[in-house]
């Protein structure tokens, strides 16, 4: 089992950097080789360049400035994110990884034809979590439509494996939190990830 970790947090030491230590801990629990791409300390770039974009469809010429974090995907077929939603989404640099490195013929094929739409290309990928904390409650995430958590589950889930496995956990009403509230969802993220790993 190959896991990638994609971790996206500005402080280490933050409430994050617990639930990344905690995926991290039960993938070793669970015999699991894994890597992590930690966004802010690699001082990754959110934005797509004018270059880039105008050779967005250029396989694979396309990969040669997240060339790296191509490979690591590429080597993975287990998948997890671990992030604070910000704003009911994903922050900058996490949605410029999603932009900048699942390009055309990594994550996805472009139509063959007329009419068509795009295949999965991440079809090495047979585990998707999503690891994440909220400020607002579960009822207004909802409310507003949870677009992080559909961005990862939902449109990058489409592109991995047909059967793959997926969970999802999040810390609501993270502003309020009490030690208890943090603990439990550390209880829950390795049950949720134990879970995955079976």
């Known amino acids: 089992m190959r896991a990638l970790v994609v971790y996206c947090h500005p402080k280490e030491g933050s409430f994050t950097s617990a639930v990344r230590d905690t995926v991290l801990a039960r993938l070793t629990a669970n015999g699991a ?3 992590v791409i930690d966004l802010y300390a690699q001082g990754f770039s959110p934005s797509l360049s004018l270059t880039e974009w105008e050779g967005y469809t250029d396989s694979p010429a396309n990969r040669a400035p997240v060339a790296s974090d191509v490979e690591a995907l590429q080597w993975a077929d287990t998948l997890i994110f671990v ?3 910000w704003w009911y989404g994903l922050p900058a640099a996490l949605k410029g990884w999603v932009d900048r490195v699942l390009l055309p013929e990594v994550a996805f094929l472009m139509p063959a034809g007329q ?4 295949r999965p290309g991440l079809t090495h990928i047979q585990r998707l979590g999503v690891f994440t904390t909220c400020g607002a409650s579960w009822w207004l995430t909802t409310f507003v439509g949870a677009p992080g958590k559909r961005t990862l589950l939902r449109g990058i ?3 991995c494996a047909p ?3 997926k969970v999802y956990a999040a810390h609501y009403l993270m502003d309020s939190s009490t030690p208890d509230s943090r603990a439990r969802h550390l209880q829950r993220v390795s049950r949720k990830l134990d879970r995955l790993l079976r």
Do not use: F, S
């Open 33 to 35: 080789e894994a890597r």
């Open 83 to 85: 992030y604070p939603t």
């Open 115 to 118: 009419n068509q739409t795009i």
């Open 157 to 159: 889930g489409l592109l």
């Open 163 to 165: 059967r793959a496995r």
